[in-house]
């Protein structure tokens, strides 16, 4: 056997070189590294295709790890074309001086676990083996291109390309009658770049595109100057971004925004470049067909616009796909590009090719004859290159036999059953939705420091539970399911790009920020889902969020959202009262207010005496108000036929207890007494509260028993029950999601005041249960006060008392105001309907 590695790395574009230089001169190991290449660059070393330029802004698609790189290198213009990347590229290289790490020209050939040692044994294509303890494949998504499916490219006579192995020598096309098959965002560069050269240029469609422009420019040097200074501010907002860059965040959504305010967004972001008119026009337009609709029509006019002849903007035009289901590409010039006698467009979706020939394109209705055929076909993504690496894990498994259904990893970042492979923007990373340079950056980061890890603690093993790809692989479809993008047809996004591959959610869309929030949660928690020597940590909370709660969370993130225990008074108040943007609004009703006790009275318009719910809103005893109970009481009388009373209470620390508990009771005590003037029925009614609002309610279940005020049932709403339980849900969750232990504590603590602790504050501490109302007691899953709840749920059984449990997984503390953006809320209303109308049968059984 030939050398021994620590590390082996497969790759040199901008993850190979950034990975080489963090484990050999970061991490002081012995790294070795190969590349199919001649040189560095990866993508931008193949793909030297007329036109090929990126479509991130070059300040932003490059490296930010060094302050001397940054500062040192300046980009000619906004969006850098390939051979001024692959410049940069090289002098990154340099300057790390990491190009004598590679062997280039050296192709991964087969890489098989040997379990006995513990190491890969790699082989490449001159003959060598090696072995090493580490294989970190950068080999990247896009960089295998997809097998044409027509035949007979081989007897084409003229000159035949294809633009992801385009020649390293200038390729004259002047005069010549040039082909160009493919209208991804990489034909789309080339036509708009080879229109003007060739004498004709045909081109062959299957599926129009949304392409924008680009708003390419060169960069004055007053504007590098800047860029230069300011890159650290740059970058820390293009962290925060979703999609890695610092793009301005959208206006709201496109449905409720009138035509002429849609039209002055778009118009807005049009030109501008980038992703922006995706991400910076509105909210919902990724999520919603109907809004997606209002954009996808939009770039419809602008297309017509600028073609001249209608039957060729008509074919220009996408109407099966919508917008930016798949990757939407950028042009300059594009579609004018047809405006030109020479250029023609042939629809290969009604007549498809059937063959190269020896003379040009053969498609079902016609041949034509060409000098040049260029293949800009695409790529088969983020699985095929992987699989080309010969992989072989633990007994022997074979890639291609554990990706049969579609691909599967951790965080993108391993795969279950290869251990010690540690992957780049693998398949169900960030990538795809997130500027790569930047992407790179995190995981690279990520897997140095597992590394590092392994290293430290003499760790021979390091690999994902196969549970923990099930959770990642449910959360990465979940989150997909959300969007438009299953809606595509054909779109690598989705693999459906290559005949016979599987369809499946080949990565995260839940944007950069809940990724790294992820992968920074996994690292704390001691690499949960993955096994260390075959010990393995549990699947950490945020893995486990129910998808549309992820999304949620990952967009306060985006939006700077800080932990909840490091906000002020203000800001918690503040904070609880902004949930009311993210609740469903609630049914209009007849509302009468009451001002001793203070209280809304929601009364739906059906016949009385009508069963009554007493609602206290939650916010941790602290914050929180009868405004931020109104939609969800409005809702609640709605579904449930039943009148609510929304009661307030005040608020510790200014009133401590007991003076929300007194409130919450006395105002139980006002609806038995007066709750029939309004047309509510005082034999049955339900006492309810959210969060700590449940905890009041649930108390004043035990003040109404011991006062005689007969009660229908107590619904508790994730209660927190007792501030000195110890439980194992307030270890796991303690971090969160969203709601932490820490600003648990804190409301505990302002609600009590150092008062000492009875029944009054924590209703478990009851010298009896028994005669309690019958109880719904909801709990989530990912809530540190979980299981205090399901105890009191449980002591509550214990006493006799009728109770229901009801768990939600996959949701956090708080999910009840967030009903606009959690459809899963709505399961808790239906637990809660289906409660009360079994409260209401045994009442009137009674009664
Ligand atoms: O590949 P694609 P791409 N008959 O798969 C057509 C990145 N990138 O290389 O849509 C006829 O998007 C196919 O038609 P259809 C970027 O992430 C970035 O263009 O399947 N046509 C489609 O039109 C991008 O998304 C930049 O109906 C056939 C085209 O070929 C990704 O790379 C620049 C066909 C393939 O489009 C891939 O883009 C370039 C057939 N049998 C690329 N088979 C930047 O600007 C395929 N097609 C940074």
Same mark, same amino acid.
């Given at each position: 056997?030939?050398?021994?590695?620590?590390?082996?790395?497969v790759?040199?574009?901008?993850?190979?070189?950034?990975?080489?230089?963090?484990?050999?001169?970061?991490l002081?190991?012995?790294?070795?590294?190969?590349?199919?290449?001649?040189?560095?660059?990866?993508?931008?070393?193949?793909?030297?295709?007329?036109?090929?330029?990126?479509?991130?802004?070059?300040?932003?698609?490059?490296?930010?790890?060094?302050?001397?790189?940054?500062?040192?290198?300046?980009?000619?213009?906004?969006?850098a074309?390939?051979p001024?990347?692959?410049?940069?590229?090289?002098?990154?290289?340099?300057?790390?001086d990491?190009?004598?790490?590679f062997?280039?020209?050296?192709?991964?050939?087969?890489?098989?676990w040997?379990?006995?040692?513990?190491?890969?044994?790699?082989?490449?294509?001159?003959?060598?083996?090696?072995?090493?303890?580490?294989?970190?494949?950068?080999?990247?998504?896009?960089?295998v291109a997809?097998e044409?499916?027509f035949?007979?490219?081989e007897?084409f006579r003229?000159?035949?390309?294809?633009?992801s192995?385009?020649p390293?020598?200038p390729?004259?096309?002047?005069?010549?009658r040039?082909?160009v098959?493919?209208?991804?965002?990489?034909?789309?560069?080339v036509?708009?770049?080879?229109?003007?050269?060739a004498a004709?240029?045909?081109?062959?469609?299957?599926?129009?595109?949304?392409?924008?422009?680009?708003?390419?420019?060169?960069?004055?040097?007053?504007?590098?100057?800047?860029?230069?200074e300011?890159?650290a501010?740059?970058r820390?907002?293009?962290?925060q971004?979703?999609?890695g860059?610092?793009? +301005?965040?959208? #206006?709201? !959504?496109?449905? &409720?925004? =009138? $035509?002429?305010?849609? *039209?002055?967004?778009?118009?807005? /972001?049009?030109?501008?470049?980038?992703?922006?008119l995706?991400?910076?026009?509105?909210?919902d337009?990724?999520?919603?067909?109907?809004a997606?609709?209002t954009?996808?029509?939009?770039i419809r006019?602008?297309?017509?616009?600028?073609?001249?002849d209608?039957?060729?903007?008509?074919?220009?035009c996408?109407?099966?796909?919508?917008?930016?289901?798949?990757?939407?590409?950028?042009?300059?010039?594009?579609?004018?590009?047809?405006?030109?006698p020479?250029?023609?467009?042939? +629809?290969?979706r #009604?007549? !498809?090719?059937? &063959?190269? =020939? $020896?003379?040009?394109? *053969?498609?079902?209705?016609?041949? /034509?004859?060409?000098d040049?055929?260029?293949?800009?076909?695409?790529?088969?993504v983020?699985?095929r290159?992987?699989?080309?690496?010969?992989?072989?894990g633990?007994?022997?498994?074979?890639?291609e036999?554990?990706?049969?259904?579609?691909?599967?990893?951790?965080?993108?970042?391993?795969?279950a059953?290869?251990?010690?492979?540690?992957?780049i923007?693998?398949?169900?990373?960030a990538?795809?939705l997130?500027?790569?340079p930047?992407?790179?950056?995190?995981?690279?980061?990520f897997?140095?420091a597992?590394?590092?890890? &392994?290293?430290?603690?003499?760790?021979?093993?390091?690999?994902?539970?196969?549970?923990?790809?099930?959770?990642?692989?449910?959360?990465?479809?979940?989150i997909?399911?959300?969007?438009?993008?299953?809606?595509?047809?054909?779109?690598?996004?989705?693999?459906e790009n290559?005949?016979?591959?599987?369809?499946?959610?080949?990565f995260?869309?839940?944007?950069?920020?809940?990724?790294?929030?992820i992968?920074?949660?996994?690292?704390?928690?001691?690499?949960?889902g993955?096994?260390l020597?075959?010990?393995s940590?549990?699947i950490?909370?945020?893995?486990?969020?129910?998808?549309?709660?992820?999304?949620?969370?990952?967009?306060?993130?985006?939006?700077?959202?800080?932990?909840?225990?490091?906000?002020?008074?203000d800001?918690?108040r503040?904070?609880?009262?902004?949930?009311?943007?993210?609740?469903?609004?609630?049914?209009?009703?007849?509302?009468e207010?009451?001002?001793?006790?203070r209280?809304?009275?929601?009364?739906?318009?059906?016949?009385?005496?009508?069963?009554?719910?007493?609602?206290?809103h939650?916010?941790?005893?602290?914050?929180?108000?009868?405004?931020?109970?109104?939609?969800?009481?409005?809702?609640?009388?709605d579904?449930n036929g039943?009148?609510?009373?929304?009661?307030?209470?005040?608020?510790?620390?200014?009133?401590?207890?007991?003076?929300?508990?007194?409130?919450?009771f006395?105002?139980?005590s006002?609806?038995?007494?007066?709750?029939?003037?309004?047309?509510?029925?005082?034999?049955?009614i339900?006492?309810?509260?959210?969060?700590a609002g449940?905890?009041?309610?649930?108390?004043?279940?035990?003040?109404?028993?011991?006062?005689?005020?007969p009660?229908a049932g107590?619904v508790?709403?994730y209660?927190p029950i007792?501030?000195?339980?110890?439980?194992?849900?307030?270890?796991?969750?303690?971090?969160?999601p969203?709601?932490?232990?820490?600003?648990g504590?804190?409301?505990w603590?302002?609600y009590?005041g150092?008062?000492?602790l009875?029944e009054?504050?924590?209703?478990?501490?009851?010298?009896s249960?028994?005669?309690?109302?019958?109880?719904?007691?909801?709990?989530?899953?990912?809530?540190?006060?979980?299981?205090?709840?399901?105890?009191?749920?449980?002591?509550?059984?214990?006493?006799g008392?009728?109770?229901?449990?009801?768990?939600?997984?996959?949701?956090?503390?708080?999910?009840?105001?967030?009903?606009?953006?959690?459809?899963?809320v709505?399961?808790?209303?239906?637990?809660i309907?289906?409660?009360?109308?079994?409260?209401?049968?045994?009442?009137?059984?009674?009664?």
């Amino acid at each position: 056997m030939g050398s021994h590695y620590d590390v082996v790395v497969v790759g040199a574009g901008f993850a190979g070189l950034y990975a080489v230089h963090k484990m050999r001169d970061e991490l002081g190991l012995d790294v070795q590294a190969f590349e199919a290449a001649g040189g560095v660059g990866g993508t931008w070393w193949w793909n030297r295709y007329p036109g090929a330029r990126c479509d991130f802004e070059s300040i932003h698609y490059s490296y930010s790890f060094s302050e001397e790189i940054q500062r040192e290198w300046e980009w000619s213009e906004r969006f850098a074309g390939q051979p001024e990347i692959l410049a940069y590229l090289e002098w990154v290289a340099d300057k790390l001086d990491v190009r004598r790490a590679f062997r280039f020209n050296t192709r991964v050939t087969s890489t098989t676990w040997d379990d006995k040692a513990a190491r890969w044994i790699i082989c490449t294509d001159d003959g060598a083996t090696c072995t090493a303890r580490f294989v970190v494949s950068c080999v990247g998504g896009l960089s295998v291109a997809k097998e044409p499916e027509f035949p007979g490219s081989e007897t084409f006579r003229g000159e035949l390309y294809r633009t992801s192995s385009w020649p390293h020598e200038p390729v004259d096309l002047t005069g010549k009658r040039v082909a160009v098959i493919g209208t991804g965002s990489t034909g789309i560069q080339v036509i708009q770049e080879i229109a003007n050269e060739a004498a004709e240029l045909t081109v062959f469609q299957r599926t129009p595109n949304f392409a924008a422009p680009l708003g390419n420019e060169p960069v004055d040097l007053a504007q590098r100057r800047w860029n230069a200074e300011h890159h650290a501010e740059l970058r820390a907002g293009s962290r925060q971004h979703m999609i890695g860059v610092p793009y +301005d965040p959208p #206006s709201g !959504p496109a449905l &409720a925004a =009138t $035509p002429d305010e849609r *039209r002055r967004i778009f118009d807005k /972001y049009w030109d501008r470049g980038g992703f922006r008119l995706l991400v910076s026009t509105f909210s919902d337009v990724i999520f919603n067909q109907q809004a997606n609709e209002t954009i996808a029509e939009y770039i419809r006019e602008r297309i017509r616009e600028r073609v001249k002849d209608p039957a060729t903007a008509a074919l220009l035009c996408p109407t099966d796909h919508p917008y930016a289901s798949k990757r939407p590409p950028f042009e300059t010039g594009y579609y004018e590009a047809y405006n030109l006698p020479h250029v023609h467009l042939v +629809d290969v979706r #009604s007549a !498809p090719i059937e &063959a190269i =020939t $020896p003379t040009g394109v *053969r498609t079902s209705s016609k041949s /034509y004859e060409f000098d040049v055929i260029i293949l800009a076909t695409g790529f088969d993504v983020f699985t095929r290159p992987l699989l080309n690496l010969g992989l072989r894990g633990r007994d022997g498994l074979k890639l291609e036999d554990r990706w049969a259904n579609g691909p599967t990893s951790y965080l993108g970042v391993q795969i279950a059953g290869f251990p010690n492979l540690f992957v780049i923007n693998g398949p169900k990373s960030a990538v795809a939705l997130y500027n790569v340079p930047l992407a790179t950056e995190d995981n690279v980061n990520f897997v140095a420091a597992a590394l590092a890890r &392994a290293i430290a603690d003499k760790t021979a093993t390091f690999e994902a539970t196969y549970e923990a790809e099930e959770a990642w692989g449910r959360l990465c479809e979940g989150i997909l399911n959300l969007t438009v993008i299953p809606h595509s047809k054909g779109s690598w996004y989705m693999g459906e790009n290559i005949p016979g591959k599987a369809r499946a959610a080949y990565f995260f869309a839940g944007g950069a920020p809940l990724y790294r929030a992820i992968c920074a949660e996994v690292a704390h928690v001691g690499y949960g889902g993955f096994a260390l020597d075959r010990v393995s940590a549990p699947i950490p909370p945020m893995v486990r969020l129910d998808p549309a709660a992820a999304l949620l969370l990952g967009s306060m993130l985006a939006r700077g959202m800080k932990p909840l225990d490091e906000l002020n008074l203000d800001e918690v108040r503040a904070v609880a009262e902004s949930l009311r943007e993210l609740q469903l609004p609630g049914p209009a009703m007849r509302v009468e207010t009451v001002e001793a006790p203070r209280a809304r009275i929601y009364i739906p318009d059906r016949a009385g005496p009508l069963p009554v719910i007493v609602f206290y809103h939650g916010g941790g005893w602290i914050s929180g108000s009868l405004d931020l109970a109104d939609a969800p009481c409005r809702r609640l009388a709605d579904e449930n036929g039943a009148m609510v009373v929304s009661a307030h209470y005040r608020l510790a620390p200014e009133h401590s207890f007991p003076a929300a508990t007194d409130d919450t009771f006395a105002a139980l005590s006002w609806v038995w007494k007066h709750v029939s003037a309004y047309g509510g029925d005082p034999g049955r009614i339900v006492i309810m509260g959210e969060s700590a609002g449940a905890n009041l309610a649930a108390v004043a279940a035990i003040r109404a028993r011991d006062a005689g005020i007969p009660l229908a049932g107590q619904v508790l709403i994730y209660p927190p029950i007792d501030p000195e339980a110890s439980t194992a849900s307030r270890t796991e969750f303690a971090d969160g999601p969203f709601f932490t232990r820490a600003i648990g504590e804190k409301m505990w603590g302002a609600y009590l005041g150092g008062a000492e602790l009875t029944e009054l504050a924590a209703p478990s501490r009851a010298s009896s249960l028994a005669g309690l109302a019958p109880a719904l007691v909801l709990t989530l899953e990912l809530d540190m006060s979980r299981d205090e709840a399901e105890d009191y749920a449980g002591a509550l059984a214990s006493a006799g008392v009728p109770v229901r449990l009801h768990r939600f997984d996959g949701l956090f503390h708080g999910v009840f105001n967030m009903s606009a953006f959690i459809p899963r809320v709505r399961e808790m209303y239906a637990s809660i309907g289906e409660f009360v109308a079994t409260c209401k049968e045994q009442i009137t059984e009674v009664a």
